[in-house]
């Protein structure tokens, strides 16, 4: 049986959405009051997990998924062992350093050396920081990052940028993009090689289905 994992949180109604189009129904995850965390679709045809975001392609890697959808984001920052298949066009937001409006810094090259930098995005973070040849110090947090230049803990953060609001609203400019992120598809290298379960046809439906959604 084909075994897909899906992300809790701002991916998964696109998620859901994609694997409809392929004839996999999955909109149980999309009850609030539901809590099982593994179903089947209504054809007995695939089963899928519901897991928190970072942990979709740790399911893949160690193969108890074929499938899996993450954003490049979460690929970036893990380099999980995976087999990348899919642009999927969904979740598009960008990862970008920010400081706040009233600092002097305009770019992450203004900032001192040996400041501090927070994120939930720390091999990113490390990985941009190392090369501009700039040294900082990354403070890990797991959310609401922009509170680090706000209280004064960090000059700046590598964040997710979306619509921007969020900085906005905080008081904080966008001063540098480190790269820009989608949903994607992944599957577990073995399984894509031996093609079990059929998974070539899978891939090729979700694939037609994302360019007519396009
Ligand atoms: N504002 C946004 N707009 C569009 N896509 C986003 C936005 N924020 C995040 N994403 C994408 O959706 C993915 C999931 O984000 P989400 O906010 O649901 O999870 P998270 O808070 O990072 O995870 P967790 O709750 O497990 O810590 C991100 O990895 C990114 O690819
Ligand atoms: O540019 P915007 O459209 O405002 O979106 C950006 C926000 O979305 C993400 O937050 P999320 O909701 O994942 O919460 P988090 O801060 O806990 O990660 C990201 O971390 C930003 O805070």
Same mark, same amino acid.
């Given at each position: 049986?084909?075994?897909?994992?899906? +992300?809790?949180?701002?991916?998964? +109604?696109?998620?859901?959405?994609?694997?409809?189009?392929?004839?996999?129904?999955?909109?149980?995850?999309?009850?609030?009051?539901?809590?099982?965390? /593994?179903?089947?679709? +209504?054809?007995?045809?695939?089963?899928?997990?519901?897991?928190?975001?970072?942990?979709? +392609?740790?399911?893949?890697?160690?193969? /108890?998924? /074929?499938?899996? =959808?993450?954003?490049?984001?979460? #690929?970036? &920052?893990?380099?999980?062992?995976?087999?990348?298949?899919?642009?999927?066009?969904?979740?598009?937001?960008?990862?970008?350093?920010?400081?706040? /409006?009233?600092?002097?810094?305009?770019?992450? #090259?203004?900032?001192?050396?040996?400041?501090?930098?927070?994120?939930?995005?720390?091999?990113? $973070?490390? &990985?941009?920081?190392? $090369?501009?040849?700039?040294?900082?110090?990354?403070?890990?947090?797991?959310? $609401?990052?922009?509170?680090?230049? =706000?209280?004064?803990?960090?000059?700046?953060?590598?964040? #997710?940028?979306?619509?921007?609001?969020?900085?906005?609203?905080?008081?904080? =400019?966008?001063?540098?993009?480190?790269? &820009? $992120?989608?949903?994607?598809?992944?599957?577990?290298?073995?399984?894509?090689?031996?093609?079990?379960?059929?998974?070539?046809?899978?891939? &090729?439906?979700?694939?037609?289905?994302?360019?007519?959604?396009?």
């Amino acid at each position: 049986m084909l075994t897909v994992v899906l +992300p809790k949180g701002a991916l998964l +109604p696109d998620s859901i959405r994609l694997l409809k189009a392929v004839g996999l129904d999955f909109s149980v995850f999309l009850d609030p009051a539901n809590r099982l965390l /593994q179903i089947t679709d +209504p054809t007995g045809t695939a089963k899928a997990f519901l897991v928190r975001n970072y942990d979709v +392609p740790v399911y893949v890697e160690y193969g /108890q998924a /074929q499938l899996g =959808i993450i954003g490049y984001d979460v #690929l970036r &920052e893990k380099v999980p062992q995976v087999a990348h298949l899919a642009d999927l066009g969904f979740g598009k937001c960008r990862m970008s350093v920010a400081v706040k /409006q009233s600092s002097p810094y305009r770019s992450a #090259l203004d900032l001192p050396l040996y400041g501090r930098v927070a994120s939930k995005f720390v091999h990113c $973070s490390r &990985e941009y920081f190392d $090369s501009l040849d700039l040294p900082v110090e990354i403070v890990p947090l797991y959310g $609401s990052v922009e509170l680090g230049p =706000i209280t004064g803990m960090s000059e700046a953060i590598v964040d #997710l940028v979306a619509t921007g609001t969020t900085l906005r609203e905080n008081g904080l =400019i966008e001063t540098d993009v480190l790269f &820009e $992120s989608t949903a994607r598809l992944i599957a577990h290298p073995l399984s894509y090689r031996l093609n079990t379960d059929s998974l070539s046809e899978w891939i &090729e439906k979700l694939r037609s289905a994302v360019a007519i959604a396009a």
